[in-house]
């Protein structure tokens, strides 16, 4: 387990990060993501925002204060989610609660009165549950199907976290999402394992749309953890490149000290292959301009 002296500050948090969204907002041409930490990122596209799987609470550091699996934090929460009164649609892409979290999720329902969610359909009633809110609200999706809200196209992949694990109906209770926007496709796999047919599964669901950016996780899977595993990095890399994709951004990593990895393989093994990457730092912009 790694040992913190401080907490690892974002790179733009709070006044500052509101800031640089509001900022990039009447750039028409380019879209743009901030990495929030953990698997949680901001995409901003025409002036509309999407939240993907965002953490933004010490929900899960309080409950596990007195287990024998303390969730210490590694960096600092960038932003309150109550001051993200603007955001068009979230997901949650499982039901972990650092992809599902009450402590987020319930002010960023407060403050933005038209919000969507996107939700594995398996999971719909747990949401509710969890959330207090009508088992109508949230847009249902399974592998291979499809829903637009705000200007962005979800389509599901059934994503492995480490089994693929379905409800009575055949729904997939962790998926993957495939977001399409204007010209720009991105992809972001939720907590997942690589199994076999994957890449060739999302390329099918791509429809001939080259992948612009893969955010994958690089935590891996270690079983002295005693929690489900994700890619690691080297597979991240290679997982990025079978399927193509133009950039592919780390994540899930510095959150927790007993759940976490350096990118330094990740990083080596993209430069080994020629897998374009950009690793980010918590709070920091990307820009699709960086494709052109």
Known sequence: MIELTSLIKPALSDDALLADIKAASGDTEHWRLWWLGQSGFLVQWRNKRLLIDPYLSDS???KYAATDKPHIRMTEIPIDPARLDFIDVVTS??????????????????????????????????????LKTDPGWPIGLNDGTSASAAGFTFTGIAAAHETLETDEHGNYR????????????????????????????????????RIDVALM??????PERRVTGNFWGRESARFAKAINARVVIPMHY???????????????????????????????????????
């Open 174 to 209: 962790c998926l993957g999402y495939l977001i399409g926007f204007g010209e720009w496709t991105v992809f972001h796999p939720g907590d997942c394992i690589p199994y076999d047919g994957m890449a060739e599964r999302l390329l099918e669901l791509a429809g001939g749309r």
């Open 60 to 62: 899960l550091t309080k």
């Open 93 to 130: 892409s499982h039901n972990h609660t650092d992809h599902l979290d009450h402590e987020t999720l319930w002010p960023l329902i407060t403050g933005n009165p038209s919000l969507r969610m996107i939700i594995p359909e398996a999971n719909r009633a747990f949401v509710a549950d969890r």
């Open 254 to 292: 510095e959150m927790f000290t007993f759940n976490t990895e350096t990118p330094e393989e990740f990083v080596a093994s993209c430069e080994e292959i020629g897998q374009p990457y950009y690793a980010l730092h918590c709070g920091k912009r990307w820009s699709s301009s960086r494709l052109a």
């Open 217 to 222: 996780p690089i935590n891996g899977r270690l």
